[in-house]
């Protein structure tokens, strides 16, 4: 069966600190990946999706950037947070060449910037 | 783009009762619209979802329904109990968009014992 994990579960970084946020699929070849992210009582904001290595695409212009160095692996990163860079954060795949489907979501990661 | 917007945005019922949460959506080549329930702490699960070509579908106490002519789908949980209580999500999706949902804002559902 298909897993996906998703760490560090939470995390309070400083303003202008880097931020790395990794994010594997297991049981599946060549999945649809998406980074969302969720404001405090607020809905999903798709930030990033991937069909393929090094294929990112970016919904929302910000301090974010994807990689996907690996079929199965998906990073977030920023290269200094900001205040406005707090949220949950998650993770989420979908199997690819099968139309439009249901994606499967990680556990989250809580940011706190301070 | 697609726009999807979900009301209520709060929902509290009593045990025992039934729950609707609403929602539109804009893109009328949109043919796939899950429902998500997102417990606290957690990533959203999927709960049930429907096609295009379905009209209604229901699983034990949810339901879905569809109607593409007015573009709205909603939600129908019957017999609500306390562990129902979480934040509910629709989203949409069309099937040549590379299997990008787009959710509605949530509604977060309280059942009171």
């Known amino acids: 069966s298909q897993t996906i994990h998703q760490w560090p579960a939470t995390l309070v970084q400083p303003v202008g600190s880097p931020l790395s946020l990794e994010c594997t699929v297991e049981g599946t070849s060549n999945p649809n990946l998406y980074w969302y992210r969720q404001a405090a009582g607020r809905g999903l904001q798709l930030l990033f999706y991937s069909i393929g290595i090094d294929q990112i695409s970016s919904e929302v212009p910000q301090n974010l950037s994807a990689s996907r160095p690996q079929d199965r692996q998906f990073i977030l990163s920023s290269k200094k947070l900001l205040l406005s860079d707090s949220g949950f954060y998650l993770c989420?795949?979908?199997?690819?060449?099968?139309?439009?489907?249901?994606?499967?979501f990680g556990q989250g990661t809580r940011l706190t910037v301070v | 783009g697609e726009n999807v917007e979900q009301h209520p945005s709060t929902l509290s019922v009593q045990e025992g009762d039934s729950a609707v949460i609403k929602c539109t959506y804009s893109d009328s080549a949109s043919n796939y619209f899950p429902w998500y329930k997102q417990e606290l702490g957690k990533g959203p699960q999927l709960i049930i979802d429907?096609?295009?070509?379905?009209g209604e579908k229901k699983d034990q106490r949810i339901a879905v329904t569809l109607n593409k002519t007015a573009k709205h789908f909603s939600l129908h949980i019957t017999e609500t109990q306390p562990e129902d209580s979480a934040v509910y999500f629709c989203?949409?999706?069309?099937?040549?968009?590379?299997?990008?949902?787009?959710f509605g804002g949530g509604t977060r559902l309280m059942v009171k014992p």
């Open positions: 429907i096609r295009s070509n379905v």
């Open positions: 989203a949409a999706s069309r099937y040549n968009a590379g299997n990008m949902l787009t």
């Open positions: 989420a795949w979908s199997p690819i060449n099968r139309g439009n489907t249901e994606a499967f």
